[in-house]
């Protein structure tokens, strides 16, 4: 915009700006160029500084990583926010009106389960209040005010063939697992677990099922179990005696001349009234009583609740005395029996003992003799088998210098003969023998021939006889050809 003034200034000169600024233009600076040829270089500026001043707005820099436990010191959250003129930080909890902190942090201490919520942050000045941010706090803590539902100050009575149901409930946070444990042996420390989950049910309930039951209750913080159990509750059956499955049955081995113990075990609640054995068709014995070798001791107590055991005890047993014993229990809701069969045998005697100790000996002793046996029979025949090759090769030798020597040979279609005085000599005739006995050959009494070195024929006055000697050991070997 121009506008003429006096005569000495002949112009003046204005600019007018309209701009929405925001807060990314806050602390920038704003440059007025004036240009005209009677500046130096031309031109000439003004600038400023702009402060915008705007709402705020606010961030979570600092929260809580990991689960927060019960127990622990303290967490801490810090909230920042950006605004011009500076603003005030306002910590609340969700649900209600009380202002927590006025500061970026606020810190919670001691952590417990009462904390947990939604935590809110928003800033605040004179252009106005911030949307507000949320963190949520999430305080875990171990299973706690664990206890059991459906029995009386912690007592259960039920029947045999009866049910129970029983309910578990716990707080904790996360929300926790159930289980039961079965403590079946009064004072003992091994555990039994029964089920899992929040309900326990239990059907035809027999005495196995009767003793304390606990309710353990668990979850997992920052990877790591915590655990809480309940007080026992103890659930009693009512109902007949019942023999244990263990020894409903069962069989004793005695020597004749030595003691026996028989007993049987039941479970019985109300205690029984009646145990007797039955020692034959016409004899019982009541529990602390005896007669003669037979002596039924009194009732003692077994770690399960309710049971009990009967025992019987033979003295000097008698071969006679092997049958069944019976063991009767009667209470007032009813009665069950234990069969017991004893066994008796007659004592092995020393000499037995001793004979079977010399059988084993002389078994031992032959089986070796005949393993020996069978290793030198063995290179016997390895021997023999050399020695009648030697002897085959030395008969045809013996043929060849008797043909030469005496006389022509001719060939038939059966044999070969050798012209000789008389008769003729077949040589057929020098075969000998086949072997036997495992390759050695033999003829007629005479040794094995195992070499025939030189061969001299021995005429016969009587008839044509060959006669083959050996020099081939002292003693001389002689084979008759006819």
Request: hydrophobic letters at 35%; aromatic letters at 6%.
């Amino acid at each position: 915009m121009h506008q003429k003034l006096a005569p000495q200034k002949k112009w003046s000169s204005s600019s007018i700006l309209e701009h929405r600024f925001g807060r990314d233009d806050h602390g920038k600076k704003l440059r007025c160029v004036a240009m005209h040829e009677a500046y130096e270089n031309g031109e000439k500026e003004v600038a400023t500084g702009m402060n915008v001043h705007y709402i705020p707005t606010v961030t979570l820099v600092d929260t809580p990583v990991g689960d927060l436990e019960e127990g622990t010191l303290s967490a801490t959250m810090r909230c920042v926010a950006d605004a011009n003129p500076p603003a005030t930080i306002v910590w609340k909890k969700a649900g209600s009106t009380e202002t927590l902190a006025i500061q970026e942090t606020l810190t919670l201490k001691p952590l417990s389960r009462r904390i947990s919520g939604s935590y809110t942050c928003e800033a605040r000045n004179i252009m106005g209040i911030s949307a507000p941010k949320t963190v949520e706090i999430e305080v875990k803590y171990a299973p706690t005010s664990v206890t059991i539902e459906g029995a009386s100050n912690n007592q259960l009575l039920t029947s045999v063939g009866g049910s129970v149901r029983l309910e578990c409930k716990a707080d904790g946070n996360p929300f926790p697992n159930f289980k039961w444990i079965h403590k079946a042996i009064r004072g003992a420390g091994d555990i039994i677990v029964r089920a899992e989950g929040r309900f326990f049910v239990l059907s035809n309930v027999s005495y196995e099922d009767q003793g304390e039951y606990i309710c353990i209750a668990s979850n997992t913080i920052n990877g790591g179990d915590r655990v809480g159990e309940s007080q026992p509750v103890n659930i009693r059956v009512l109902g007949p005696p019942k023999a244990l499955n263990l020894v409903a049955s069962q069989t004793v081995l005695v020597e004749r001349g030595q003691d026996a113990t028989l007993f049987g075990a039941f479970c019985s609640d109300p205690i029984p009234q009646t145990t007797m054995w039955e020692i034959n068709e016409a004899d019982t014995l009541e529990a602390g009583t005896g007669k003669g070798r037979f002596v039924a001791e009194p009732l003692s107590t077994m770690k399960k609740p309710s049971c009990y055991e009967a025992r019987l005890k033979i003295q000097r047993v008698e071969l006679s005395d092997a049958r069944i014993f019976r063991l009767v229990v009667e209470n007032e809701k009813g009665s069950d029996v234990v069969d017991v069969t004893l066994k008796v045998t007659e004592p092995v005697s020393m000499a037995a003992v001793i004979g079977v100790i010399i059988a084993c000996i002389i078994f031992l002793v032959v089986v070796s003799l005949c393993l020996l046996y069978a290793f030198k029979s063995e290179g016997c025949c390895t021997n023999d088998e050399k020695g009648d090759s030697k002897t085959a090769l030395d008969i045809e030798s013996a043929k060849s210098e008797y043909s030469k020597s005496n006389g022509k040979v001719s060939s038939t279609s059966s044999h070969s003969s050798i012209k000789s005085g008389g008769g003729d000599l077949r040589f057929n005739d020098l075969q000998l023998p086949r072997a036997s006995n495992n390759g050695s050959m033999r003829t007629r009494g005479h040794r094995n021939i195992h070499g025939l070195p030189s061969v001299t024929p021995i005429p016969s006055p009587k008839s044509d006889v060959i006669s083959i000697t050996s020099s081939h050991s002292s003693t001389k070997d002689r084979v008759d050809l006819v």
